[in-house]
């Protein structure tokens, strides 16, 4: 009692801790009574920087060097600060993180997970959002209500689901789950855990945001504390201004060109330097959000003026004001070190456009004309897009009205399609408020539902055939092939809204608007001025219509799911069998993937987003995406109990039914892209034990361990080219699995001989547990 009134005591903390600012920050630390809730949808749940605090001085003392921004809110949400191993790169960290965000594609798995834990109510603040599933097709308001039409069973039970576990619903036509967090949900030095690979979005308010699987989602929503393998850190100093035609985007699109698609893996890439302040909070959002192209846990920016603001725009004034009391705590320590530094001048980075078919191809725009022509890219570019989760804030959307309104004054419209994306229901109503929406439809612009869209291959597309090789642009972040309109033959570009809207007005490639000009119907050639547009409405946002449903108070009369509530698109899950405690024998090799394996190529997107959460019929479209090194096809591999080519789910089931237990074989950074965890649960539920790839992604690396499968890597990756697709392989050494000691394949070939290759893995204890109960799941209710 008496501690507790000293330390209440303003003269206590004076006497103890002497003047200045410095005393003002540890003093607002101890004596802070004031609560402020994390959102206005959560009036009961307060931003804690108080135990952060706490824990960052705990592990500094341990450490006893300064620490990176990243590394302040990753271990200031340690669930042990005092006693957990904390190496970078090495151990592992069980965190506390402080809300969960899912989409409605995610989410259904997840929900379904977390109804199988048993659990009455998530543990944090969570919610679901509606993006994913409403499909381009004619314009916003008939594609959303199609989809309310097509969706209804899946929408129904998302709704039913979040008010029933004490989840907040996002509703069809809110928009973007990243766009509706970063407006509503990150602020600096939260812990947000997202069901989608682009999460880190929130990063551009000074927030660790990570994209994760559904079972790790699982977790937190269970109050379970979450692992994460303790990143690295990648520090980019910016220095110089952004100016003219360089935005934001092209900050990543250059950072992706040097790193390549995997070149972050393990680490958070944590911007910082004189720079930052040249970069609005959205723009600095954009840059996170696109780091999940290069394989980064995730990325951040240090708290500053320009989200101070942005919070104050969006009704989180309380919170900016606390963040200024704890700002020591969300900026870098001075003399901080990196695993690898980049320096980046924004004085003289150029527009750059990324692409075709892998984001980390990386040209300035003023070159790419030249290059598609030796490279025989189609310069004609068909469809323009701007928008998405990436880009598609108020700041966006103005700079291409800019655009858009000095090409109508000469009477040009856009030769190539043109399509607008707003990212949430705010940022619809404030543009059509402010005449964005207009001008961008006057010259030629068809506007979208507040949704992913054509981003994640929700576009119904129509101005070619499939196999037609064509060329679009976009202000998107993912460019893989067929992503967006499920035409292999598409060569996607990546690059800022404000270029894309200048080579739609153009209609080529072959357009540097730094340099080159327009011709007006006159005959009048012209030059564009560089993009111009307010970085945050002067008349505040308009918040449109309310689209959001509050969890009730007590959802104990909710009704309980069943499965007889479903009809074709959802389905209850049922336990993956447990490991029966002995090795591995005479697994078939399903496929041997050669080259690039992405988890759109392990579990499409596009059509198959319907069966999100029907387990058995999605595992129809299992792996139908790669590369089969046999015979070069997709799709098509040969049963060795059969001797017929079939598609590889196909030849899963055939194996399944038969008992026989197979694996796949891959390449290098397989399972890059997505967060998509049915990329694990579909091997999973048609009889896979094992994954060995050359090297993985991290997010799909951890999903295969969630639903207990073996994600294995070459110790010698050349050893890739002694497993055949006739082979049989039996794993060895699982009885003593153990963190850091390889396990041995036992390759046995068709003419009879034998060879035996290293394999390593990450497993740590807990995750070992979770490959001898079957899955991450099954250990959690064992635990119970």
């Not at 759109?600 to 129809?620: E, Q």
Request: net charge neutral.
């Amino acid at each position: 009692m008496i501690c507790e009134q000293l330390f209440d005591c303003s003269w206590f903390i004076y006497v103890a801790l002497g003047t200045g600012a410095r005393r003002f920050h540890v003093s607002a630390a101890f004596s802070a009574k004031a609560k402020v809730a994390m959102s206005r949808f959560e009036p009961g749940s307060s931003v804690n920087y108080e135990k952060m605090h706490e824990n960052i001085n705990i592990v500094r003392k341990r450490l006893n060097r300064p620490l990176t921004l990243s590394e302040k809110i990753v271990y200031g949400h340690l669930d042990n600060p005092a006693g957990q191993e904390i190496e970078r790169g090495r151990t592992y960290l069980r965190l506390r993180p402080d809300r969960v965000a899912m989409q409605d594609a995610t989410a259904q798995m997840a929900m379904l997970q977390f109804i199988s834990s048993g659990l009455p109510k998530v543990a944090v603040p969570s919610t679901i959002h509606c993006d994913h599933l409403i499909e381009a097709q004619i314009g916003a308001a008939q594609d959303l209500q199609r989809a309310k039409d097509v969706n209804q069973e899946v929408y129904n039970f998302l709704a039913t689901a979040a008010a029933k576990y004490g989840v907040g619903f996002w509703k069809p036509g809110s928009g973007i789950i990243h766009q509706i967090v970063l407006e509503n949900y990150a602020y600096p030095g939260v812990m947000l855990i997202g069901t989608d690979s682009h999460t880190p979005n929130g990063g551009g308010l000074g927030s660790i945001s990570i994209g994760v699987g559904g079972a790790d989602a699982v977790d937190v929503m269970a109050g379970i504390p979450w692992e994460l393998k303790c990143p690295k850190v990648i520090g980019v100093r910016l220095t110089g201004t952004l100016s003219g035609w360089t935005s934001p985007k092209d900050v990543i699109l250059k950072v992706a060109g040097i790193l390549t698609v995997k070149g972050g893996t393990g680490a958070i890439v944590e911007y910082h330097g004189p720079g930052v302040d040249s970069v609005s909070c959205t723009g600095m959002a954009t840059i996170c959000n696109m780091g999940a192209e290069i394989g980064a846990t995730t990325s951040l920016f240090p708290y500053n003026h320009r989200m101070k603001t942005y919070m104050e725009k969006t009704g989180r004034g309380e919170i900016a004001a606390l963040a200024d009391q704890f700002k020591d705590d969300l900026v870098p320590d001075k003399g901080c070190e990196y695993d690898q530094l980049i320096e980046i001048n924004l004085s003289e980075l150029k527009p750059h456009i990324n692409g075709p078919f892998t984001p980390d191809l990386a040209h300035p725009v003023s070159d790419i004309g030249a290059i598609a022509k030796k490279s025989g890219w189609p310069l004609e570019v068909k469809v323009g897009l701007i928008g998405s989760c990436t880009n598609s804030s108020y700041e966006d959307m103005g700079r291409a009205a800019s655009l858009a309104k000095q090409a109508l004054d000469k009477g040009l419209k856009c030769k190539a399609q043109f399509t607008v994306t707003p990212g949430s229901e705010q940022i619809r109503a404030t543009i059509e408020r402010d005449g964005y929406t207009k001008i961008l439809s006057d010259v030629g612009g068809v506007v979208l539902a507040n949704a992913c869209g054509p981003c994640i291959g929700q576009w119904d597309r129509k101005d070619v055939k499939k196999g037609e090789k064509n060329t679009i642009v976009t202000s998107y972040n993912r460019n893989f092939t067929a992503r967006n309109d499920a035409n292999p033959a598409t060569h996607a570009f990546v690059t800022s809204p404000e270029i894309v809207t200048a080579l739609a007005l153009a209609g080529t490639l072959n357009f540097n608007p730094e340099t080159d000009y327009l011709t007006a119907p006159s005959g009048e050639k012209f030059k564009l001025e560089p993009p111009t547009g307010d970085e945050l409405p002067s008349r505040d946002f308009d918040p449109g219509q309310d689209t959001y449903q509050h969890p009730p108070t007590d959802s104990s009369s909710q009704h309980n799911i069943k499965e007889t509530d479903f009809y074709n698109r959802l389905q209850l899950l049922e336990p993956f069998d447990k490991w029966h405690g002995k090795d591995l024998e005479d697994l078939r090799v399903l496929i041997k993937v050669k080259g690039k394996c992405t988890t759109d190529h392990i579990s499409a997107a596009g059509p198959w987003l319907k069966f999100r959460g029907h387990l058995d019929n999605i595992s129809n479209n299992l792996l139908i995406g790669a590369v089969n090194i046999e015979n070069d096809a997709v799709n098509k591999v040969k049963n060795q109990l059969t001797g017929e080519y079939e598609g590889v789910p196909d030849v899963a089931r055939h194996y399944k039914a038969n008992g026989v237990n197979w694996l796949v074989v891959g390449d290098e950074n397989y399972g890059e892209g997505s967060s998509r965890e049915h990329a694990a649960l579909e091997p999973r539920h048609l009889g896979g034990r094992a994954i060995i790839v050359k090297s993985f992604a991290r997010i799909h690396e951890t999903n295969l361990k969630k639903q207990g499968l073996l994600p294995l890597t070459f110790a010698d990756p050349s050893d890739y080219d002694k497993i055949h697709p006739d082979d049989k392989i039996s794993i060895t050494g699982l009885k003593s699995l153990s963190p850091g000691k390889p396990l041995t394949a036992v390759i046995k070939h068709s003419d009879g001989s034998q060879d035996r290759i290293s394999l390593n893995h990450t497993f740590n204890e807990t995750q070992i547990e979770w490959f001898q109960a079957g899955s991450a799941l099954n250990r959690m209710k064992e635990l119970q």
